[in-house]
């Protein structure tokens, strides 16, 4: 019984860090000028533009990839262990931030969001570290590949997939409503 606890609250967890991984990720593809601005403002030279434009391409591009492997079960060792070193590094990030105090919008979800890093931001993102932590260890201790047909697991990554595009779609309605704003 407590096994299956353990295994339900990995699972859940995985869960959700793919939803949060192809969220964030669609939202900064649809918005990649804001989330390139807030590369500039966290101190990215802007004299190397090119680089922060494809930094901001990158970034959510390795976002989307990881969340779709993450839900699918593929390489399960390999993929939590990517998907902990990245929301490790974006814990620093906001870390850095704080500590720089920066007055740039955090654009951590495209135009999903605008707050400025804060607090609560750095809450969120060593919660999301923390269930990273958990799916890493729970990968290594417990066996958790999707046993369910290939058509189930090919669904489940299509609706993620489309989970993924309507956050992309909702960060660009948001951005076209703010635009008429101004």
């Known amino acids: 019984m407590f096994q ?10 995985r869960a959700s860090l793919a939803a949060v991984l192809v ?39 390795v976002e989307l990839v990881l969340g779709i492997a993450l839900i699918s079960g593929l390489w399960p060792a390999i993929i939590n262990a990517f998907v902990l070193v990245l ?5 620093l990030v906001v870390i850095y931030a704080l500590r720089r105090k920066v007055n740039v919008a955090c654009r951590c979800f495209g135009m999903l969001s605008d707050s400025q890093f804060s607090s609560k931001g750095l809450a969120r993102s060593l919660l999301l570290t923390l269930l990273a932590v958990i799916v890493f260890w729970g990968g290594r201790t417990y066996s958790l590949q999707f046993d369910g047909p290939a058509v189930a697991v090919l669904l489940l990554v299509a609706g993620f997939l489309l989970f993924g595009l309507a956050a992309a779609q909702a960060a660009k309605s948001i951005a076209v409503i703010k635009e008429r704003m101004v």
């Open 23 to 61: 969220a964030a990720g669609a939202a900064k593809l649809a918005d990649v000028r804001g989330f390139a601005a807030t590369l500039r403002g966290l101190g990215m030279p802007a004299r190397q533009d090119s680089l922060i434009r494809a930094t901001a391409f990158i970034i959510p591009l």
């Open 4 to 13: 299956n606890i353990l295994q339900f609250i990995i699972l859940m967890s």
């Open 87 to 91: 929301y490790c590094g974006f814990t």
